[in-house]
């Protein structure tokens, strides 16, 4: 079956330093990958979107690579700030538009 | 705001019971989807629809079922409510497949 992992402990960082989150797919050929933030009680907002014949994008201060080798996206967030705590979620999506979610990871920055 | 609108918020009713939760998509937005976000899970693939047809469905229970309108407005059904389905119920658009979605805010059932 297919599945999305993503780290489920969270990942605590001192502000102004990079997060890095791993997201590993099994059993899935994606043409797209997403990433999104979460906060408590409210919806998923989108960040980054990679397509499967890209490596990489980057938008202010977020990053993200795309390797279908690995089966693995990296997603980073440099010179965190505490207001970057959230959780941060994966996700895939085929060529019919399926989009599906990891479990999230996460991030909380510490001043 | 991401003008993806849900309603209603909150629902309360008894187990066994019948309810529709209603999503309105960002203005020409096609695509629709709804998920389930209960505690302990993160985001679950219920069902989408793209310009009124049926697309892709994921582990959605025969007694949940979905349509989307004409205007592309969509409506979730869940029928025969046990303690179990509650959760966090999210509707969310895009304009096409494949691009980024939009979510609404949610709506929290609670089954007691």
């Known amino acids: 079956s297919q599945k999305i992992e993503q780290n489920s402990e969270a990942l605590n960082i001192q502000e102004g330093k990079t997060a890095t989150l791993t997201c590993n797919y099994t059993?899935?050929?994606?043409?797209?990958l997403q990433w999104y933030r979460q906060d408590p009680g409210r919806g998923p907002v989108f960040l980054l979107l990679?397509?499967?014949?890209?490596k990489e994008k980057r938008k202010e201060r977020l990053k993200v690579t795309f390797d279908t080798t690995l089966k693995q996206s990296l997603f980073h967030i440099t010179a965190s700030q505490p207001a970057d705590s959230a959780t941060y979620l994966c996700?895939?999506?085929?060529?019919?538009?399926?989009?599906?979610f990891g479990a999230g990871t996460q991030v909380v920055v510490t001043p | 705001d991401s003008g993806v609108t849900q309603t209603p918020k909150h629902l309360i009713t008894a187990t066994g019971q019948r309810v529709t939760l209603r999503c309105s998509p960002r203005?020409?937005?096609?695509?629709v989807y709804w998920y389930q976000q209960s505690l302990d899970q993160g985001l679950q693939f219920l069902i989408q629809?793209?310009?009124?047809?049926?697309?892709a469905k994921g582990n959605i229970l025969e007694r949940f079922s979905a349509q989307q309108f004409p205007d592309l407005h969509s409506e979730l059904n869940l029928s025969s409510l046990e303690l179990g389905d509650s959760a966090l119920y999210f509707c969310a658009s895009s304009v096409i497949m494949n691009t980024e979605a939009f979510f609404g805010q949610g709506t929290r059932l609670t089954v007691v």
């Open positions: 996700a895939l999506s085929d060529s019919w538009g399926k989009l599906q």
């Open positions: 059993n899935y050929s994606p043409a797209y």
């Open positions: 629809y793209y310009n009124g047809e049926e697309r």
């Open positions: 203005s020409g937005d096609l695509s």
């Open positions: 990679i397509r499967e014949n890209e």
